[in-house]
């Protein structure tokens, strides 16, 4: 048996990794001999039942918000519930992204429409990203790595925030 650990932005409903970690669990299982896979991620439940694999809880730091609409994928528990209680959306996974590749909010819940998640999102977002506190946090971030690159990508992590962030009012 080869133990195999896999480490990223897994169990947060983005369409994209997870097509990346069943490429890469398919591949495992196809040129490697008799591999026990496990995945770091932040759904372990739904890591499991798409993947077929050991599942670990992610953390995350303490103060930094972090939001991921919900998206589900066919043939999970979670799925099947929402599609049961008519909260899905849609079923295509075509209609998950955007034309600009950003993940669209697919479930509405009886009290809070999708709408209304993606605007309370946003607005915390927004307020937590242009706080007096996020600068602090912003120049750790490039002092702890390379400055010149660090703030390069500081810079347009900004641009497309504000851009998105704009777009949304």
């Known amino acids: 048996m080869t133990n195999v650990f896999i ?24 040129y490697v001999d008799d591999p026990h896979v496990s995945v770091i991620t932040n759904n372990p439940e739904e890591t499991r039942a798409l993947h077929n694999v ?7 730091k303490k103060g930094i918000p972090r939001f991921v609409r919900s998206a589900t994928f066919p043939g999970t528990e979670f799925y099947n519930w929402c ?10 996974p075509n209609e998950y992204l955007d ?15 999708n709408e209304e998640m993606v605007h309370a999102a946003n607005e915390i977002l ?13 120049m750790r971030q ?24 704009g777009s949304q009012r």
């Open 7 to 30: 480490a990223g932005y897994y169990g947060l409903g983005n369409i994209g990794d997870e097509a990346i970690l069943a490429g890469m669990i398919t591949s495992l299982r196809k």
């Open 142 to 165: 490039i002092f702890r790595k390379n400055a010149v690159a660090e703030t390069k990508r500081l810079w347009f992590s900004a641009k497309m925030f504000l851009g998105y962030a």
């Open 99 to 113: 034309d600009s590749g950003h993940q669209k909010a697919i479930i509405s819940y009886p009290a809070l429409s």
């Open 83 to 92: 599609k049961d209680n008519e909260y899905l959306l849609t079923s295509d």
């Open 54 to 60: 050991t599942a670990v809880q992610q953390s995350f």
């Open 126 to 138: 927004r307020e937590y990203y242009l706080s007096a506190g996020y600068v602090p946090l912003a």
